[in-house]
Every structure is written in structure tokens, then in C-alpha cells.
């Protein structure tokens, strides 16, 4: 269960869809994410593996887009009109929040 006090949003628009993004940081990583939107990923389980792949990440541009990047080719994850970097910014608006 998220700690919703320390919890922070962000949101962002990407071609595919609106990206909604809940994230808790601590000690500089992501502790707990939820990404969640109107946009479509394939297979549909998907954003749950990158979710979690995020945990434990620290909590900075480059090594969040690295991570999501890795997943969607560990995966073969497929998302029209979203990318990697359309969740990284979604998920950086919601840290500079």
C-alpha cells in the first residue's frame, strides 16, 4: 500500500495517451510506483512488469528511462504513439512536482 503523504504525481500527454504517474521516493530510489492512463501497452500486463522494475531505481532521468528501455526490450513490449521516454517524463513531472 502506497504512503500517500509522501507520495507525488505527474502527469504528461504523450501521442498515445494521458500518463498518470504515483511515485514515492526514498533515500533518492523509487520506493513505489503505479503508472496508470488511457494509453495502450502489449501485452496488457506490461506496465506491471515495469512498475516493478522501477522499484529500488534511483530516482533520476537517465537511469529511469534506462530501466524502462530495458524493460520494454526484455518484454518486447509494443506501446503505439507512448514510449520509454513519454513514462520518463510523466514520471519526472511527478519528482520535480
Request: hydrophobic share 35%.
Amino acid at each position: 500500500m502506497m504512503d500517500l503523504s509522501k507520495t507525488k504525481q505527474g502527469i504528461h500527454k504523450s501521442k498515445g495517451g494521458l500518463i498518470r504517474s504515483f511515485v514515492t521516493i526514498e533515500c533518492g530510489v523509487v520506493k513505489d510506483i503505479t503508472i496508470s492512463g488511457d494509453f495502450f501497452l502489449f501485452q496488457e500486463e506490461a506496465i506491471f512488469k515495469v512498475c516493478e522494475r522501477l522499484k529500488g531505481v534511483p530516482a533520476n532521468r537517465e537511469k529511469l528511462q534506462e530501466s524502462i528501455e530495458e524493460t520494454y526490450k526484455r518484454e518486447n513490449i509494443q506501446s503505439p504513439g507512448t514510449s520509454p521516454a513519454d513514462f520518463t517524463e510523466s514520471i519526472m513531472k511527478a519528482l520535480e512536482g
